[in-house]
């Protein structure tokens, strides 16, 4: 059951959205990574990989410990919403159920 964010805030955690320091000991850190939180590094990189067309689709799903258990998340990112990630694997199944009849 996804829950509005600004409603809810019992499903944030504070360690995963609190900004992470980079390090850079072996190559330069991408700007927009940099005093980012993990959640949002995430939301970035499935964005870009949705975006750059690598995957079909991404889904990014936030929930604490307590209720996730109960079902409970929040969406962060409309674009990375379920909807949209279950819609496009739907499609993809279709796609090759289609594909198989042909044969």
Known sequence: ???NPKI???LRAAGSL????AREPHFKVFPEFKEASYAKRYEILLTKLVRER???AACLLMSNAAD???G???EPA???GFQNFIASLMAKAIAVA????VD
């Open 1 to 3: 059951m996804s829950l």
């Open 8 to 10: 809810d805030k019992r």
């Open 18 to 21: 609190s900004p992470v320091r």
């Open 54 to 56: 690598l995957y079909d």
């Open 68 to 70: 996730g258990r109960k």
């Open 72 to 74: 409970l998340y929040r």
């Open 78 to 80: 409309a674009e990375l």
């Open 98 to 101: 289609k594909s198989k009849d």
